[in-house]
Nanobody, 120 residues
Framework: QVRLVESGGGLVQPGGALRLSCAASGSFFTINAMGWYRQAPGKERELVAAISFSGSTNYADSVKGRFTISRDNPKRTMYLQMNDLKPEDTAVYYC??????????????WGQGTQVTVSS
């Protein structure tokens, strides 16, 4: 069974930093694209940042220059370094991955989410 587990969320003051991790476990062939999404209360889930298997990245305009997405393929782990956090970054952050289960079979998975709260 494939699982994505996020960690690293918490409470931080405005201007502070956090580093989120997303670790994939289980039996699978490869991890293709991965991404971080977030959902604030009363709002729809939105893409924060995404990264391809080769390391190409893209970011939401609201986080460009502040957040950095990266991945360690041998460790099956993705990261999100969040700097200069703002109250509007407060949300539950979710990890998403497109995973190749075997040749020709791929599924999309979500983690359980980790809360990030930016407040003084």
């Amino acid at each position: 069974q494939v699982r994505l587990v996020e960690s690293g969320g918490g409470l931080v003051q405005p201007g502070g930093a956090l580093r989120l991790s997303c670790a994939a476990s289980g039996s699978f062939f490869t991890i293709n694209a991965m991404g971080w999404y977030r959902q604030a209360p009363g709002k729809e889930r939105e893409l924060v940042a995404a990264i391809s298997f080769s390391g190409s990245t893209n970011y939401a305009d609201s986080v460009k220059g502040r957040f950095t997405i990266s991945r360690d393929n041998p460790k099956r782990t993705m990261y999100l370094q969040m700097n200069d956090l703002k109250p509007e970054d407060t949300a539950v952050y979710y990890c998403n991955a497109d995973i190749g289960i075997s040749l020709g079979l791929r599924n999309n998975y979500w983690g359980q989410g980790t809360q990030v709260t930016v407040s003084s």
